[in-house]
């Protein structure tokens, strides 16, 4: 019995994740990190499609919470602008110099 209830909520876990829902998404990423911007943190999961997402998830799980918040950051900067959905290529940080130097991001 404890089994089957145990699998119906990751079950449900994970169906709340692949579909777009974006509070969900964004209340996992913040809970990583409490010194992100939510406001960058919004932005990143209304942009990013669900395999990034899970991606950046995994990355914040395993990476420090200072750099992990410096490169969500950075990429919502990135984003930002573009509406939901518009196709992003993958170019070269277009504006460099807005990156410190000396962090994972610019070495």
């Keep these: 019995m404890v089994v089957v209830v145990a699998t119906s909520l ?3 876990y994970r169906i709340l ?4 829902c974006i509070a969900i998404r964004k209340w996992l990423i913040l ?4 010194s992100m911007s939510d406001r960058a943190v919004d932005t990143l ?3 990013v499609d ?5 991606f950046l998830y995994l990355l914040g799980k395993n990476m420090n919470p200072v750099y992990y918040a410096e490169l969500i950051q950075a990429l919502a900067n990135r984003f930002e602008g573009h509406p939901p959905g518009t196709p992003r290529t993958m170019e070269p940080w277009s504006n460099e110099s807005s990156l410190r130097k000396g962090s994972f991001i610019g070495v």
């Design 10 to 12: 990751g079950v449900c």
């Design 17 to 20: 994740t692949i579909f777009p």
């Design 31 to 34: 809970r990583l990190n409490h």
């Design 45 to 47: 999961c209304r942009q």
């Design 50 to 54: 669900f395999g990034d997402w899970y």
